[in-house]
């Protein structure tokens, strides 16, 4: 599991550079298109944004999106590998169950057992069942923070209404609220 850990956190390390340093100039022309990607990365940047990084590693959102999204954040390199780490935990360890219950398969086709057979299924229906349900329970929590940061965003350019930057805001970044002049803009 060591070995799991740290191969984890080597590719999420060299995934971020590379990102950050070659890529960022075209994931921020790509990304201001979107209005979802953008509200993203004000979750990232605001206060919740290690809750938002481990939750994005359990959906499945592709990888190289997801390096790319958040390689333009102002997160630091130990907070997103901690939370890289976080969230891809479960799948690891789901991954490394799998792996040794399909080793112990062999076991159970050799003695052509009923009993085997059942629970072997029943293992591997609970293990997918599971994989499913922090899927979803990941994307809700996603989705959820990303709505909060949309109120927040529109609430604080309500007519009338000047951004505040003492105020403390939960899920967007001050940053964006301060500068982007009464509308909602990327970083």
């Known amino acids: 599991m060591g070995l799991m850990v740290l191969g984890v956190l080597i590719g999420t390390f ?11 100039r075209w994931v921020l022309a790509r990304i201001q298109g979107s209005e979802k990607l953008s509200a993203v990365i004000r ?18 959102i592709p990888f190289g999106l997801q390096n790319a999204v958040f390689s333009i954040t ?3 390199l130990p907070n997103y590998l901690m939370a890289s780490s976080v969230g891809l935990l479960p799948t690891q360890l789901l991954n490394s169950y799998l792996g040794t219950t399909l ?8 003695e052509q057992s ?13 293990s997918i069942g599971l994989m499913f349900y922090v899927v979803h329970r990941a994307q809700v929590e996603l989705n959820a923070a990303i709505v909060a940061c ?12 000047q951004p505040s930057i003492t105020s403390s ?3 967007c970044n001050k940053r964006t609220i301060a500068f982007s002049g009464g509308g909602i803009n990327i970083v």
Do not use: N, W
């Open 114 to 126: 009923v009993s085997g057979y059942f629970i072997f299924t029943l293992q591997i229906v609970i």
């Open 74 to 76: 102002d997160l630091s």
């Open 14 to 24: 060299i995934a971020h550079v590379v990102c950050r340093k070659l890529l960022a």
């Open 43 to 60: 979750v990232v940047e605001g206060g919740s944004g290690l809750k938002v990084v481990a939750l994005a590693r359990l959906t499945p």
């Open 150 to 161: 949309e109120m927040e965003m529109k609430t604080s350019f309500a007519p009338g209404s």
């Open 103 to 110: 080793r112990t398969m062999e076991d159970v086709i050799a």
């Open 169 to 171: 805001t939960t899920f």
